[in-house]
């Protein structure tokens, strides 16, 4: 019997079943997921117990009920820049809005369960607004539906969701601005506004936008004085945008600074005597550098009271740069893992390990693979946007709540790999199949 008769049904089932996960793949819309992925949230919420109050939620609660943004610590030390004010400011809003400290943590996992699912349904549009293969996006949403990292998209505590929305808006932007916007004054004005409205949440926004926006002008071939128009205009509208609370900054605290005053503070934690790569192991109860943060310690925090903020940061950031010149070696060590880290990012929840790994592990194969490729302006552009957002944890603690808004951004990439293989696959057995059927006839009509 002729082997090709009898691995013909085999062939076809395969090819069958390819179509008809492509059909399915295809069919997924965005509002479908979004309702999943909420509906897999939401009992969440009321089953995880409340955790103790981190940063936000104090700024936040003493914003609506003392009337300023502050306190902050683990004792009342006064204003704060110590936080973005976009996610206490909600906070606030919403405290006011409620009976008890118990119903605000809760209507706020719910907005955060929102976002979150918002977040997943977003990465199919956007995956076309980058121009990604098909069904790139609904596979990276898929990677994202069940909540294994729910202790961050259902967690009032934290404002990571927020960011994850903001760097889905502004890469849309970007990317929408580059390819159809002409590279003028005008474009860029648009482009330091989105970008200033979304410091107020995080300001690691600003080197995102900023290289994705260069590699994407590099693609799409811009003018040098394209480009010298566009940073003119961004320049100018993400001043004014800040510009209030930059005021306020210096009203209270006499100096200018953008948005945030804790970068002395962090980069203290993470780099000193005791410091290690990541958070996890800064949080051991006998030795981690986080048992000596203002956040924990009462002691510190009536340092942060007694010197102010700013000048306690400053300390902080003379110590460590201090330690950093003392032991270069050290310090260069833990740049090294806090790299490896980027690549296999760390959790002490082995699922989110392997989830974040695998994501992590398939984009790189996907910048391989596609670098060059038609679809070369979405990885790069996406990749530009990666290493805009984890430059600044070169130097600070290593978590995977740091490393979520980059892993999301990821999964596109990771997605068009898996979908760029399937193809290589289909295309390899198709040519197999073409070969089979050209062949062996000639082979058996030279046999009679």
């Not at 006499?254 to 203290?268: I, K, Q, S, V, Y």
């Not at 990012?345 to 989110?352: D, M, N």
């Amino acid at each position: 019997m002729d082997r090709s008769l009898s691995s013909t049904p085999t062939r076809g089932a395969l090819r069958g079943m390819g179509l008809a996960a492509s059909r399915t793949l295809s069919g997924i819309r965005t509002w479908q997921v979004f309702l999943v992925a909420l509906a897999l949230r939401l009992p969440i919420v009321w089953l995880r117990p409340l955790e103790a109050h981190a940063e936000n939620i104090k700024a936040g609660f003493t914003l609506a009920q003392r009337g300023y943004f502050g306190d902050p610590f683990s004792i009342p030390t006064g204003p704060t820049a110590h936080v973005a004010p976009a996610y206490p400011a909600l906070v606030a809003a919403v405290r006011s809005l409620t009976p008890s400290d118990a119903a605000c943590m809760h209507a706020l996992s719910i907005i955060i369960a929102v976002v979150s699912a918002g977040n997943i349904a977003a990465l199919l549009p956007v995956s076309r607004v980058l121009k990604l293969p098909s069904s790139s996006g609904t596979i990276a949403a898929l990677a994202w539906l069940f909540p294994f990292f729910a202790w961050i998209e259902v967690s009032a505590e934290f404002e990571t969701p927020f960011v994850v929305a903001a760097l889905l808006t502004l890469l849309t932007l970007v990317a929408r601005t580059v390819e159809c916007a002409p590279p003028n004054t005008v474009a860029g004005a648009r482009l330091g506004l989105a970008a200033g409205l979304a410091a107020y949440v995080t300001p690691t926004v600003l080197p995102v936008v900023a290289l994705a926006t260069l590699v994407g002008a590099r693609l799409a071939r811009w003018s040098m004085k394209g480009l010298l128009a566009v940073t003119a205009g961004a320049a100018l509208t993400f001043a004014v945008a800040v510009l209030p609370y930059t005021l306020r900054n210096h009203h209270v605290f006499g100096e200018w600074f953008l948005m945030r005053d804790n970068f002395g503070m962090e980069l203290a934690t993470s780099n000193g005597p005791n410091a290690r790569a990541t958070k996890d192991e800064n949080s051991d109860a006998w030795n981690g550098t986080l048992r000596v943060v203002p956040g924990s310690s009462h002691q510190e925090a009536a340092l942060v009271r007694d010197l102010g903020e700013v000048e306690y940061n400053h300390r902080q950031q003379r110590a460590a740069v201090a330690w950093i010149r003392a032991n270069p070696g050290a310090f260069l060590a833990l740049v090294a893992e806090r790299v490896g880290y980027m690549i296999l990012p760390r959790s002490i929840r082995w699922s989110q390990q392997i989830i974040a790994d695998a994501i992590s592990l398939m984009t790189i194969a996907g910048c391989v693979l596609l670098w060059q490729s038609r679809y070369k302006f979405g990885v790069r552009f996406l990749s530009a946007a990666i290493v805009g957002h984890l430059l600044v944890y070169l130097l600070i603690e290593h978590d995977i709540r740091y490393m979520y808004p980059a892993l999301f951004l990821e999964s596109l990439i990771a997605g068009s790999f898996l979908v760029a293989l399937v193809r290589i696959w289909k295309d390899r057995r198709d040519r197999l199949t073409e070969w089979a059927t050209t062949y062996r006839p000639s082979h058996r009509t030279r046999r009679l």
